[in-house]
């Protein structure tokens, strides 16, 4: 008898793998990816914990600095005292009180001006004595310190409002501001830091 040759059913035929979707790959485990630590030595000293303790937190500040696209100032801390000293004098280095385009506009606005709050380093000594002078002289000192204030507060306000003006917002409040432009009005200008970019009588 002669046999009839059937055709393969679909589910005899042998289907192509087809690689799953997905990175083709078991995850690995933590520590097949980070490797094997070595051992971690105890610091036997003191001054071992300590140089240990530096180095981690520098190297920590380090990578928060780079995570936020800014620059360390391990540079300005490197330098000598004379280095530094002058680094601040020529605005090279700012110390964080000194930092912003309003404290910037601060400083520019008193080195270019003529003020009460400049000889109020020579009312300050006053103010002392003249608790031994009478109730008269001690009431018109401390009219005086009162104004300085007062000046203080109303150049906080001009300068703040400078600053909205020119930069859209200004950094800090008008006696913040204020206070940061008299401690700096009263000092004479070859103390002052930053050094003063302007000379007297200039337009800023």
């Not at 799953?20 to 001054?47: D, F, H, L, N, W």
């Not at 360390?72 to 110390?95: C, F, H, I, K």
């Not at 400078?162 to 501001?177: D, K, P, T, V, Y």
């Amino acid at each position: 008898m002669k046999l009839s040759r059937r055709a393969p059913e679909p589910a005899d035929i042998e289907e192509p793998s087809v690689p799953a979707e997905g990175k083709g790959r078991p995850t690995p485990k933590r520590r097949e990816s980070t490797g094997v630590r070595g051992p971690v030595t105890a610091p036997k000293t003191r001054k071992e914990a300590y140089a240990r303790q530096r180095t981690q937190a520098k190297q920590t500040k380090q990578t928060r600095a780079a995570a936020r696209g800014g620059a360390t100032t391990t540079g300005a801390r490197d330098m000598t005292p004379a280095q530094r000293r002058m680094a601040l004098r020529s605005g090279e280095v700012l110390s964080k009180r000194d930092q912003g385009a309003t404290r910037k506009l601060a400083r520019d606005y008193v080195d270019s001006r003529r003020l009460v709050s400049n000889y109020f380093l020579v009312l300050f000594p006053l103010l002392v004595i003249s608790q031994f002078l009478g109730p008269i002289v001690s009431a018109i000192t401390l009219a005086v310190a009162i104004g300085v204030v007062g000046e203080w507060w109303l150049i906080g306000r001009r300068i703040r409002a400078l600053a909205i003006e020119r930069f859209g917002e200004a950094q800090g409040g008008n006696m913040s501001i204020g206070f940061y432009a008299g401690s700096r009005a009263y000092l004479p200008r070859r103390w002052r830091l930053p050094a003063p970019q302007v000379e007297r009588g200039d337009a800023v």
